[in-house]
């Protein structure tokens, strides 16, 4: 059964840090690009990072651009999404999500293009 699981998520204050994990199983992430994506409530899906299949390209959202850090362990069939200098407005629920291409593209922020998505893990930056 091919699944990713996301872990990392959490309630963190502003200016904080968290680390999400998304674990694939059923499939090797070799073949594909990864991207993160978050959707708060009431508003539309948002698509924050890529990750081409080999680590060498990778690509981020202008609102998380120098702090957030997306990364690949393909040995582990894991990505992970290192975000720093958390703020409110990053408060949703993200998801990982494996794009059946090696690259990123210029679609890489439109979730329709990929196949396989995590169950969502909830991060709260809040005071």
């Known amino acids: 059964q091919l699944q990713f699981v996301e872990s990392g998520g959490g309630l963190v204050q502003p200016g904080g840090s968290l680390r999400l994990s998304c674990a694939a199983s059923?499939?090797?992430?070799?073949?594909?690009?990864i991207g993160w994506f978050r959707q708060a409530p009431g508003k539309e899906r948002e698509g924050v990072s890529c990750?081409?299949?080999?680590?060498?390209?990778?690509i981020y959202a202008d609102s998380v651009k120098g702090r957030f850090t997306i990364s690949r362990d393909n040995a582990n069939n894991t990505v992970y999404l290192q975000m720093n200098s958390l703020k409110p407005v990053d408060t949703s629920i993200y998801y990982c999500?494996?794009?059946?291409?090696?690259?990123?593209?210029?679609?890489?922020?439109?979730?329709?293009?990929?196949?396989?998505w995590g169950q969502g893990t909830q991060v709260t930056v809040s005071s």
């Open positions: 999500a494996a794009r059946p291409f090696r690259q990123c593209g210029s679609t890489w922020s439109k979730g329709g293009s990929y196949e396989y």
């Open positions: 059923g499939f090797t992430l070799d073949y594909y690009a």
């Open positions: 990750i081409n299949n080999s680590g060498s390209y990778i």
